[in-house]
């Protein structure tokens, strides 16, 4: 396999230099180093449905006397939207509510590239409560940015997020 050239190797998140696949072997080879735009991408997503499936603490308290723990890990997550119905929530909280948790808690996403979108669900599988969001954006690479294009399913019923990507 070709060595990828400098500008194709990407560095991993704090959380995957810091994860030990291998606890026994005393050395880490270059390639658990570095990563390709498709492991980029991948990371991206992985860590993008964990945040949307989880659920912030500002979802269930006030912290706007606490704007420093608004902002921190402790309100990892997105507000919650299980229980609510489609035809009664309000798409732009939705829309709100997942742009500001990327933005928060995503940096490898460029703030000025991303959009967040309600979609009209008509898919006549007959899911009534699941609201469909788009969200395009650029993930900073070397030597240009990725881009991102998801299809996000929000299921109101149990709050679950599924990401999939679409074609650009």
Not at 47 to 76: F, K, Q
């Amino acid at each position: 396999m070709a060595d990828p050239s400098s500008t194709e190797r990407l560095q991993p998140s704090l959380l995957d230099r810091l994860t030990d696949d291998a606890p026994t072997v005393l050395t880490e080879p270059r390639e658990a180093r570095v990563l390709t735009k498709g492991q980029l991408r991948t990371a991206v997503l992985r860590d993008l449905a964990a945040l949307m499936n989880a659920i912030c603490l500002g979802a269930g308290d006030d912290l706007s006397a606490y704007p420093e723990v608004e902002r921190s890990v402790l309100n990892y997550g997105m507000p919650a939207f299980a229980g609510e119905t489609a035809s009664t929530l309000d798409v732009h909280d939705l829309e709100e509510g997942i742009r500001s948790a990327i933005l928060r808690f995503e940096p490898r996403v460029l703030p000025n590239s991303l959009l967040v979108e309600a979609m009209a669900t008509d898919n006549g599988l007959g899911w009534h409560n699941v609201v469909s969001v788009r969200i395009s954006a650029q993930v900073w690479a070397q030597p240009v940015p990725l881009e991102l294009l998801l299809r996000t399913e929000v299921d109101l019923e149990t709050g679950q997020v599924a990401l999939a990507e679409l074609a650009a």
